[in-house]
């Protein structure tokens, strides 16, 4: 039994999956993209903060121009109300890599747009939670170290730059689409793949249409 999962989506979402909670009950174990136990453990999440960070103590500023600066800055005024002129935030994200930062901002753009969010009730938790409670052994299907290789390491900076920066950008022209034009989007992705370009290609714009459509 295979589900397809959304990060994002609350433990609560499991109640509405056809015959979730019978398979659960009968599997002999449970397979998530990674094992969130392993996950959260002290030494992994040391690493995971280490490869969020930019090398040799640099800051954002020392790798954006003055007009990427302000552009930043002023999408953090709107998601944070403050920016990175500020010590404490420039302390949390100052040094961020772009690729950490994108990702931590999905999730305060999410957060602050969903009312009652909470980050540590997700389906991927629930499902790995409740194979516990039954005594059911967990499976990742990654391992940790690939997990943080993909999703900080896959990218040279100047491309994290891009990325973030689409992000940033896409996410006024995404926010004024309607539910059909959202829904249109996924056809759109898959015939740009079909003409040739990667999935890293279509990446920041595929999140913006994600995150608009879960609000």
Not at 42 to 62: C, F, I, Y
Request: glycine share 6%.
């Amino acid at each position: 039994y295979i589900v397809g999962t959304f990060h994002l989506a609350p433990a609560s979402f499991a109640e509405s999956i056809p015959g979730a909670e019978r398979v659960l009950a009968s599997v002999e174990q449970v397979c998530g993209e990674v094992d969130i136990k392993e996950m959260e453990s002290m030494e992994n999440v040391q690493k995971t903060m280490e490869a969020m960070m930019l090398p040799d103590g640099q800051t954002l500023s020392d790798i954006l121009t003055t007009e990427e600066m302000d552009k930043l800055n002023a999408y953090l005024r709107k998601i944070v109300g403050v920016d990175l002129t500020n010590p404490m935030l420039a302390e949390q994200m100052g040094k961020m890599t772009p690729m950490s930062l994108g990702t931590t901002l999905e999730l305060m753009t999410y957060m602050k747009e969903t009312p009652g969010f909470n980050p540590a009730a997700l389906i991927d938790e629930y499902f790995q939670k409740e194979a516990i409670k039954k005594g059911k052994p967990i499976i990742g299907l990654e391992t940790v170290d690939f997990q943080i290789q993909i999703l900080y390491k896959s990218s040279t900076l100047d491309r994290q730059k891009e990325d973030l920066f689409c992000s940033i950008d896409k996410e006024e022209e995404y926010s004024k689409l309607s539910d059909a034009e959202l829904q249109a989007k996924t056809p759109e992705f898959k015939e740009r793949l079909a003409n040739g370009e990667t999935l890293d290609d279509i990446l920041p714009e595929a999140f913006a249409a994600c995150r608009e459509a879960a609000r």
